[in-house]
């Protein structure tokens, strides 16, 4: 499969003081996420950060830029070559504070008021649910930690709104061959990431960014969503987000940053929500017509739509004039997908894609094990009804949706470590894809094929001469002269001789 990546903001609190600032607490979370890691772990490297440049061809400038699309701390442009020539530590700003590049590969670091998990390049759905996974365990072990080392403790939640009208995202990152017009991938693409959230929503109570209606809804970033196509990722925030920063060889590969997703605390839709993506990729880039009867006449509308339809049955309008439910788009985008399932994990995805879609199709409670919206929706329906009122003749009416219990239920729900989600995990009520000793030998383990193995690698073995390390580039200090940038283009390559001999201890 593809080359594919997890982000996660976390929402965080500190139970006891709701006032407390959200950036110290998240800077301080970093903080003992590195105390946790003894010393493996370094600082990131921005060399290859360039958030302005556009798929469609431009560059937005920067003095329009709002600040949160400024990703780059630093103006640094890496020259062409394998190793090149970079200025030591604290000859420019240095917010080693803010982040941590951790020996399993993954960054976790303050992204704006949030801590932020961004996990290792993967190259199997099963592995991206698996250190996405390890992530959470990451975080955890970090707030055990802040509550020794700090006045106070933190809570963390694996959600994407807070209930005030703010959201923050969980993100996916797709390889994608740079020959694919922009503009066909998003075309053709669109349809599949409107309609996936029916198996990869984490459900919400409220509709509306506010909640200003009474309800329940698939997913917690449908009314988030207000453009087709967009260079934002907080403000108009597009369902096909067009940033163009590949981290990798740019006359190769293009990187797709898809940002509509939820953050899901069961595994499937994890597994489903990357895989299914995936293959639709595959499918783009083989050019397959099959895909333009699909195309959505309103996807921001749609997007809506499909997300309040509990039912399944409501009909999108096409392009073509004619209509399907999401169901049917799914079925079709499926049926397409099987002709580029090429290894074993493909096929594990396209077993459980179609075997999640049957459910759904026939009762979607029966798909509460594996869709996350249902399971929440189920768990819901009976506080409902256990707090429903009875009236003179005996007739009961299920707890309103607006009611306060039912808010802080789903909020609840995503609490890391002791939430609603984990408990059902806990008493084996829902699918899991991967094992806790797996899970546990990732926190501190990089994937084997990808170069994320030499990232975390390094940082494990020689944290002593990594100065910095990003996607793209490891910053090493040898010979406490010159820094030397090693640069780590192509992100399946798993090795590099410089840093295998470093990480062999030679």
Same mark, same amino acid.
Request: glycine share 8%.
């Given at each position: 499969?593809?080359?594919?990546?997890?982000?996660?903001?976390?929402?965080?609190?500190?139970?006891?003081?709701?006032?407390?600032?959200?950036?110290?607490?998240? $800077?301080?979370?970093?903080?003992?996420?590195?105390?946790?890691?003894?010393?493996?772990?370094?600082?990131?490297?921005?060399?290859?950060?360039?958030?302005?440049?556009?798929?469609?061809?431009?560059?937005?400038?920067?003095?329009?830029?709002?600040?949160?699309?400024?990703?780059?701390?630093?103006?640094?442009?890496?020259?062409?070559?394998?190793?090149?020539?970079?200025?030591?530590?604290?000859?420019?700003?240095?917010? *080693?504070?803010?982040? *941590?590049?951790?020996?399993?590969?993954?960054?976790?670091?303050?992204?704006?008021?949030?801590?932020?998990?961004?996990?290792?390049?993967?190259?199997?759905?099963?592995? *991206?649910?698996?250190?996405?996974?390890?992530?959470?365990?990451? !975080?955890?072990?970090? !707030?055990?930690?802040?509550?020794?080392?700090?006045?106070?403790?933190?809570?963390?939640?694996?959600?994407?709104?807070?209930?005030?009208?703010? $959201?923050?995202?969980?993100?996916?990152?797709?390889?994608?061959?740079?020959?694919?017009?922009? $503009?066909?991938?998003?075309?053709?693409?669109?349809?599949?990431?409107?309609?996936?959230?029916?198996?990869?929503?984490?459900?919400?109570?409220?509709?509306?960014?506010?909640?200003?209606?009474?309800?329940?809804?698939?997913?917690?970033? !449908?009314?988030?969503?207000? !453009?087709?196509?967009?260079?934002?990722?907080?403000?108009?925030?597009?369902?096909?987000?067009?940033?163009?920063?590949?981290?990798?060889?740019?006359?190769?590969?293009?990187?797709?940053?898809?940002?509509?997703?939820?953050?899901?605390?069961?595994?499937?839709?994890?597994?489903?929500?990357?895989?299914?993506?995936?293959?639709?990729?595959?499918?783009?880039?083989?050019?397959?017509?099959?895909?333009?009867?699909?195309?959505?006449?309103?996807?921001?509308?749609?997007?809506?739509?499909?997300?309040?339809?509990?039912?399944?049955?409501?009909?999108?309008?096409?392009?073509?004039?004619?209509?399907?439910?999401?169901?049917?788009?799914?079925?079709?985008?499926?049926?397409?997908?099987? $002709?580029?399932?090429?290894?074993?994990?493909?096929?594990?995805?396209?077993?459980?894609?179609?075997?999640?879609?049957?459910?759904?199709?026939?009762?979607?409670?029966?798909?509460?094990?594996?869709?996350?919206?249902?399971?929440?929706?189920?768990?819901?329906?009976?506080?409902?009804?256990?707090?429903?009122?009875?009236?003179?003749?005996?007739?009961?009416?299920?707890?309103?949706?607006?009611?306060?219990?039912?808010?802080?239920?789903?909020?609840?729900?995503?609490?890391?470590?002791?939430?609603?989600?984990?408990?059902?995990?806990?008493?084996?009520?829902?699918?899991?894809?991967?094992?806790?000793?797996?899970?546990?030998?990732?926190?501190?383990?990089?994937?084997?094929?990808?170069?994320?193995?030499?990232?975390?690698?390094?940082?494990?073995?020689?944290?002593?001469?990594?100065?910095?390390?990003?996607?793209?580039?490891?910053?090493?200090?040898?010979?406490?002269?010159?820094?030397?940038?090693?640069?780590?283009?192509?992100?399946?390559?798993?090795?590099?001789?410089?840093?295998?001999?470093?990480?062999?201890?030679?």
């Amino acid at each position: 499969m593809r080359v594919v990546g997890i982000e996660t903001e976390y929402g965080i609190a500190d139970p006891d003081r709701p006032q407390a600032n959200p950036i110290l607490m998240s $800077s301080r979370l970093v903080e003992a996420c590195r105390g946790c890691a003894n010393g493996h772990t370094t600082r990131w490297d921005y060399g290859g950060e360039d958030p302005l440049q556009d798929q469609r061809g431009e560059r937005r400038d920067r003095a329009t830029a709002s600040a949160d699309m400024l990703t780059d701390a630093h103006e640094y442009r890496p020259e062409d070559g394998a190793v090149t020539l970079r200025r030591r530590r604290g000859s420019w700003e240095d917010p *080693a504070h803010l982040n *941590a590049v951790l020996s399993n590969g993954a960054r976790f670091y303050v992204d704006h008021a949030h801590p932020e998990y961004s996990g290792p390049e993967v190259r199997s759905a099963r592995d *991206a649910v698996l250190w996405d996974a390890a992530g959470d365990r990451i !975080a955890l072990a970090a !707030a055990a930690r802040y509550a020794e080392d700090e006045d106070g403790r933190v809570e963390l939640y694996k959600n994407n709104v807070d209930g005030k009208g703010s $959201s923050y995202g969980t993100h996916e990152n797709f390889l994608v061959d740079r020959a694919v017009d922009f $503009s066909a991938l998003a075309s053709r693409l669109t349809a599949h990431l409107v309609t996936r959230q029916i198996f990869t929503g984490a459900g919400r109570v409220g509709l509306g960014q506010r909640s200003q209606e009474a309800g329940f809804q698939i997913s917690q970033r !449908a009314d988030y969503m207000e !453009a087709e196509l967009g260079l934002e990722t907080t403000l108009r925030r597009p369902i096909v987000n067009t940033r163009d920063e590949p981290h990798a060889t740019r006359a190769q590969w293009r990187r797709l940053h898809v940002i509509i997703g939820d953050a899901n605390c069961l595994q499937v839709p994890v597994f489903l929500k990357v895989g299914t993506t995936a293959l639709v990729l595959s499918a783009i880039e083989a050019d397959d017509e099959r895909l333009d009867a699909l195309v959505l006449a309103d996807p921001v509308a749609a997007v809506g739509q499909v997300s309040r339809d509990l039912t399944l049955r409501s009909g999108l309008p096409l392009a073509s004039g004619e209509s399907a439910t999401a169901l049917e788009i799914q079925r079709a985008l499926l049926e397409i997908c099987r $002709s580029y399932a090429g290894d074993a994990d493909d096929a594990l995805v396209i077993a459980r894609w179609e075997a999640v879609l049957e459910a759904l199709s026939r009762d979607p409670m029966e798909a509460a094990a594996d869709v996350e919206w249902v399971a929440k929706l189920r768990l819901l329906g009976r506080l409902r009804d256990k707090h429903a009122t009875v009236d003179s003749d005996g007739v009961a009416t299920p707890l309103a949706w607006d009611a306060p219990l039912l808010s802080a239920i789903d909020v609840q729900w995503s609490r890391l470590g002791d939430g609603w989600a984990a408990k059902l995990a806990a008493a084996g009520q829902v699918s899991v894809v991967v094992d806790t000793h797996e899970v546990e030998r990732a926190v501190t383990h990089a994937p084997a094929d990808t170069r994320a193995r030499l990232r975390g690698g390094v940082v494990a073995a020689r944290p002593d001469v990594v100065d910095a390390a990003g996607w793209s580039s490891v910053v090493l200090d040898l010979d406490g002269d010159h820094l030397e940038v090693v640069h780590l283009d192509d992100p399946h390559r798993a090795s590099h001789p410089v840093l295998d001999r470093l990480i062999r201890g030679a």
